[in-house]
């Protein structure tokens, strides 16, 4: 962190920089010095969709899912912009983040914004493997999301592909179980 805050001293818009001192900052867990960081090189930088990403990630994990969501969004968008149709790992947050609005919906008791919350984690899930057929964790957050929805050939196909690309996978066991169910 010291040497890039030097060479920020040198070069004050070294955006770069500002990226990887939030690195730092997240694997040393402290959350407020990254988000600082990674805001300050994506307003030097716009085009910064790592920075973005992260951002989005520290989000989900304070439950700021609005501004997780609008993170997700920006990288998208500059995926998009590049040609790429959008980028995979986003698209698998943005999962992850209507996940997590879909549960908080459920424990308030507002099953509309839950049913549209589910339905748009699908769509995100289903989109990370249209863009990387080999998103082992996609295939198991979409197949859960059947199981949710009591579509069992759904989820067992799903899991299946989930058990094939992650054979040794955190959730392998679970996946197995479901999709070998009879």
């Known amino acids: 962190i010291t040497k890039y ?30 988000e600082k960081a990674y805001l300050k090189a994506t307003e030097l930088d716009g085009g910064m969709a790592d920075a973005y990403s992260s951002l ?4 989900n994990q304070q439950k700021k899912y609005d ?9 998208n968008s500059l995926a998009s912009a ?16 209507a996940v997590n609005m879909q549960l908080t919906a459920e424990r308030e008791g ?22 990387k057929p080999d998103m082992a964790d996609a295939y198991y957050e979409l197949g859960m999301l059947y199981v949710k929805q009591n579509k ?13 690309l992650a054979p040794n996978g955190a959730n392998a066991e679970m996946a197995k179980a479901i999709a070998t169910m009879p």
């Not at 920020?8 to 818009?13: M, R």
């Not at 501004?67 to 990288?75: I, L, R, S």
Request: proline share 2%.
């Open 5 to 34: 805050q030097e060479a920020i001293a040198k070069v004050p818009d070294c955006a770069q920089c500002y990226a990887r001192i939030g690195d730092m900052y997240m694997k040393q867990s402290k959350q407020d010095d990254a």
């Open 82 to 97: 590049m040609g790429m149709g959008g980028d995979a790992t986003a698209e698998f947050s943005a999962g992850a983040i």
């Open 152 to 164: 069992i050939p759904e989820a067992k196909k799903a899991l299946a592909e989930y058990v094939r």
């Open 67 to 75: 501004q997780a969501a609008k993170m997700t969004e920006k990288v």
């Open 56 to 59: 989005a990630a520290i989000y």
């Open 110 to 131: 507002k099953a509309d914004v839950a049913t549209q919350k589910m339905s748009e984690a699908m769509a995100h899930f289903q989109k990370a493997i249209q863009l």
